[in-house]
């Protein structure tokens, strides 16, 4: 919970209850994220109590600051209370944070609320409804400024300032020819500092970075973040901008998409809304298969260890000390080297095209990692005075080098080749790729205690 | 590489050395992120040859365009040859990027450049450097739009116009008084809707959202995220305005945090620049320091192995088979929980007031997760015939539902303690947790044997 969100909530649940509206000027003075904040910490019925009290707009507003999820949580029973009330609130919304809105409600409440706004919004809905989850379009907003290339700098800034308060941003506009094929980008900063008679097409760019309709979200954040947009031209087959993303969308798709990452790293499938906000069995669901795949993983080996120590009796209990140490040496390392190249190949910072430059860095990291654990590993042995068991201290330090370089080279190639697939490397979670360095490294260990111990 | 740069690179090459001029078109075509890509993919002196063709300002936006370190190894070299275009490049870059690289050039170096460049600018430099590493005072620039309260809307519009090509942005400007002291906010978008001779004062927003210069990065990303700003001012002890960060920043310092998160959480000490561009040398410093915490860490085991099989030779061989199945299995769980706790506490969803909350669900969590994963693991010993051996598949069990509810509970009990003691909860990285979770578990399974199985 907030801080702000701590002090206020006494006050505001008192409020609710005796007088709610006296709280309308404080609402007025909070930030609607901060009013967002207290929404979600308030009891559902005072909750529903103070969306009923609030402006639509300022009701709108707080809602746009909530995840999807949360939106759609505060927002039903606003519906089941007042459908006039909530159609009210939708129709002030923007695009696409109603869109994404409407798309999680169920099928009977989507039909109601399209029905009962104007058949413009209602098409344009249906339009961002229609994109595919996760894409440019889905993200995108329809509010952009779109000029005729031929009008002059003041002109442009008249028309702006007619539709500012309606539209996303008016920082960026956009000259299209009439089929609306994106022409350039105009600053309002280039257009403000223009000579008052120059026509947009001298004055805009025409190197514009765009994304296509059905590209990733991903790709959004890259272009966004690289050159350091304000608003990214969402534009269709034919070239046409039939939308734009802003940079906030940006932040909170790279914050999601790092989230997201982390938690598959930790072999956690992605929670749909935030840690406290998600449901215990929704937790479990999300938990449970990975952790059966990485038990299913090392059921191995039992087989292993029966194995070897069917072969070796003697030396079985001896050499079964020290698994425990030797495995996780090569699964830490692995875990090492998946975590730096699954983040960098996430952020482009390697393709698949420089799968041989990080094999061989790896190699050589790997070795020298393995070698000082190994010398490491000496010493310890050295001071438990195991020294004079010379084939156990060969065995050890010789399968340290292995598992550790072999930890190095698994946890780098193995999100290369997915990432080769077309698989998200994050799915290669550091436990699975440490499950399978824990198998091999096994094998690996017990084949150097034959050369050295027998 | 980009596919831009893999596209462009053969060209670029072949025209720097024989006819380095005929480039100045294709670098006036190309965004300035697109040619410090380009920069970076070239040999050293094909490089130093690129920026001493460069005008000084497109120099400056290359530079700009670069991580630190990779900005530091371009500009050296163009030092080297002319101090004067040097300084030129210097003089035109944005104030908190040229502060960053002087930052890290040598002492002499910088204390030349600082002389070269006039006083006003040499003492910003100096200003902006005095600042703690990872401050919001050492991130923001100090070209910024301050206007006095009492200047009137269209005043405001005409001074903004004249300094604006200089500005870092010109969407949103501050009322201040002669002291400089933050009145309110202003967005070019209400300065251009508002009437012609409303005051500032009138048309400011006074609820600003700020941040104090000594405040840490990850706030400044967590303020420009929650409110969606284009800009977050930054204000000293006495609420003066001393200069603002803007949104681009933010995504690069919400990457930046979330690579270091990613690389904590995989027991990596964060790198300084991209994985490729660190040297190898670096990468084995990152890596070695928590590959021996970590050995040093399961250095238990063997001490605990040797112990229970003394206690119970007659089993130990037997019991030993199912080591890495029961330590891995807990130390999975253990990864799950860590990393969903250390990404909600990164961002601030989760905070140690709710320490309860968290553990209780943890509990159900790791309780329901265990007994579903006890419940696989009787089907595969039924599946081996292993049933007649009643005390060994008790104790398989038994120890699968402890070790999975013990790795839950710690997973995210442990980035909770050290986010209380005010310590960075990454670094209990994921191996860390799955090493304590490791030596537990196995006490525990051996522990639960002596019950079932002597």
Same mark, same amino acid.
């Given at each position: 919970m907030e801080s702000t969100t701590r002090l206020l909530l006494p006050e505001v649940e008192q409020a609710l209850q005796s007088a709610p509206a006296s709280l309308l000027d404080l609402t007025r003075e909070l930030h609607a994220a901060d009013l967002a904040d207290l929404a979600q910490a308030l009891k559902p019925d005072l909750c529903l109590r103070l969306l009923t009290i609030l402006p639509a707009s300022t009701c709108a507003d707080l809602l746009e600051y909530c995840d999807e999820e949360v939106c759609a949580r505060l927002f039903v029973p606003l519906a089941d209370e007042s459908m006039t009330a909530a159609t009210a609130v939708i129709a002030v919304m923007a695009p696409d944070d109603r869109a994404d809105l409407l798309a999680i409600l169920d099928e009977s409440l989507r039909g109601q609320l399209l029905a009962a706004l104007n058949e413009e919004e209602s098409r344009d809905i249906r339009h961002l409804l229609a994109y595919a989850d996760d894409s440019a379009g889905s993200l995108m907003t329809t509010d952009f400024v779109a000029l005729s290339a031929d009008a002059s700098a003041v002109e442009a800034i008249d028309a702006i300032r007619q539709i500012a308060q309606e539209m /996303?941003?008016?920082?960026q506009a956009y000259a299209v020819d009439p089929n609306s094929t994106l022409l350039g980008v105009i600053s309002l900063r280039d257009l403000v500092t223009?000579? /008052?008679? &120059?026509t947009l097409a001298s004055v805009m760019n025409p190197n514009i970075i765009t994304v296509a309709d059905d590209d990733d979200q991903e790709e959004v954040v890259r272009l966004i973040s690289k050159y350091d947009l304000l608003a990214l031209p969402v534009v269709d087959k034919n070239h046409r901008i039939v939308g734009i993303i802003t940079v906030d969308d940006a932040i909170d798709i790279a914050e999601e998409e790092a989230t997201e990452d982390v938690q598959k790293l930790g072999a956690?499938?992605?929670?749909? &809304?935030s840690y406290l906000s998600t449901p215990v069995v929704e937790l479990i669901k999300a938990r449970l298969p990975w952790l059966i795949v990485l038990f299913l993983a090392v059921l191995a080996t039992p087989f292993v260890l029966e194995r070897y120590t069917a072969i070796h009796p003697e030396i079985a209990i001896l050499l079964g000390w020290f698994v425990p140490l030797i495995v996780s040496s090569g699964g830490n390392s692995g875990t090492q080297s998946a975590s730096l190249i699954i983040r960098a190949l996430a952020l482009g910072k390697i393709t698949p095209g420089d799968t041989k430059q990080v094999l061989a860095r790896e190699a050589i990291v790997g070795l020298t990692l393995g070698v000082s654990l190994a010398c490491v590993g000496a010493l310890a042995l050295v001071a438990r005075d195991a020294t004079r068991m010379t084939g156990l201290v060969l065995t050890i330090v010789c399968s340290l080098v292995a598992v550790v370089t072999l930890g190095a080279l698994l946890g780098s190639g193995i999100p290369l080749v997915l990432q080769r697939l077309g698989i998200d490397p994050a799915v290669s979670s550091t436990p699975f790729i440490a499950s399978i360095v824990d198998v091999a490294g096994l094998i690996i260990y017990f084949e150097i205690a034959t050369v050295f111990m027998t």
């Open positions: /996303e941003t008016i920082y223009a000579p /008052e008679n &120059s956690v499938d992605p929670l749909e &809304s």
